[in-house]
């Protein structure tokens, strides 16, 4: 999206200032990337999407996530992409002017590959959602259904004909305004068409 684009990385990408690998860099040291996934997410999961979208690949085991988490609370985020773009395997695999693609995709001897990184991993999980939802700034899912049924029912109050007193009251409130709008436009008639 527009938003989401950084056009002084792209600039300086396009104009050789700068490598692939320092593009990356970049973005996930972006304020929107900061603002769009760190903020959301705890360390695990921020493990989880840089290794996936950074390394092209899911996070071996627990124990990655987990060494990479404390690498992230001890030394920062800024570091934790240090390591990733500066390690061996983003070297070997892509080095500086190769972009980042998923890697073993297509699994020999089975006939469908893996998930596309990006639809395994969602911007953000659970636990942020949860948290939107406890600060009151999202809806839940039974919040959301309680409210949709209001509002059929208000819905139901303007567009279904009306029982019993509800009827009579609809009645007597359209025949007033009916009057009030006939006295309104004789009067507006009258006012025209008179001659002083």
């Known amino acids: 999206m527009t938003a989401d684009r950084d056009v002084s990385l792209e600039s300086q990408l396009r104009s050789g200032s700068i490598t692939v690998r320092d593009f990356i860099r970049g973005l996930l040291l972006s ?4 603002r769009g996934y760190i903020l959301c997410n705890s360390n695990e999961r921020i493990v989880e999407q ?3 979208r950074v390394l092209g690949r899911s996070v071996y085991n627990s124990e990655e996530v987990l060494s990479w988490s404390i690498v992230i ?11 990733i773009l500066d390690g061996t395997e983003y070297m070997d695999r892509f080095g ?9 995709r297509l699994i020999p001897g089975q006939a469908i590959g893996e998930v596309p990184i990006y639809q395994k991993l969602p911007r953000y999980s659970e636990y942020w959602r949860d ?3 406890s ?8 919040q959301f259904n309680t409210y949709s049924l209001r509002r059929a029912s208000v ?8 029982e019993g007193r509800a009827l009579t009251i609809w009645t007597l409130l359209l025949s007033i305004g009916s009057i009030g709008a006939l006295i309104i436009v004789l009067s507006i008639f009258n006012a025209t068409f008179t001659v002083r």
């Open 31 to 34: 304020e929107r990337f900061y």
């Open 50 to 52: 840089v290794i996936g």
């Open 73 to 83: 609370a001890g030394q920062g985020f800024a570091k934790f992409i240090d390591l």
């Open 96 to 104: 500086y002017d190769s972009m980042p693609v998923q890697i073993n």
């Open 131 to 133: 948290k939107l939802i």
């Open 135 to 142: 600060s009151k700034m999202m809806m839940s899912i039974d």
């Open 155 to 162: 819905a139901s109050l303007i567009y279904d004909k009306p």
